[in-house]
């Protein structure tokens, strides 16, 4: 019998780090999010893991009692997902801003262009995280729409 095994993924190491809780942090953030997903070859929009972290970033930011905040991004399972660590207890909560608002519409383009949000509790505070579906290669092939699948089924 002559059986070859499974090619395994890379290992992609989680990305942990801390960022001073400033007007910076967000932009550091973005830029790491950034790195860590070209570094990893992780089939996903580095533009919209940017936004969605500075829309988390910010959000802590806001809230944040310390002095710093934790940036965590894992990859595994088909799925990227960026957790932003506070210390505030208070959970977040995604508010219906009007049109002309400068602000109050962070978690509803989290809630709308991630795969999956959410948010727990922590000893030291909370984390609030999104989720991003890794794109497949038939997800690339949806532009020739179902007339190419039949074709290649042929």
């Not at 570094?39 to 809230?63: C, F, K």
């Not at 088909?78 to 210390?87: N, Q």
């Not at 977040?92 to 509803?108: F, K, S, T, W, Y």
Request: negative net charge.
């Amino acid at each position: 019998m002559n059986t070859i095994a499974p090619i395994r993924p890379a290992v992609r190491r989680p990305l942990r780090l801390s960022l001073a809780a400033g007007p910076a942090a967000a932009a550091e953030a973005r830029s790491h999010v950034r790195a860590a997903i070209d570094a990893w070859g992780v089939p996903v929009d580095p533009y919209v893991a940017a936004l969605l972290t500075s829309e988390l970033v910010a959000n802590a930011i806001r809230y944040e009692a310390g002095e710093t905040v934790k940036l965590f991004v894992t990859c595994s399972c088909g799925h990227l997902r960026v957790y932003v660590h506070d210390t505030s207890r208070s959970w977040p909560v995604q508010i219906e801003a009007p049109v002309d608002a400068e602000a109050g519409r962070g978690l509803m383009l989290v809630a709308s262009l991630s795969t999956d949000w959410g948010y727990y509790r922590t000893p030291a505070g909370k984390a609030v995280y999104f989720t991003l579906a890794l794109e497949t290669d038939d997800e690339h092939n949806d532009e020739f729409g179902p007339e190419r699948d039949s074709y290649d089924r042929r």
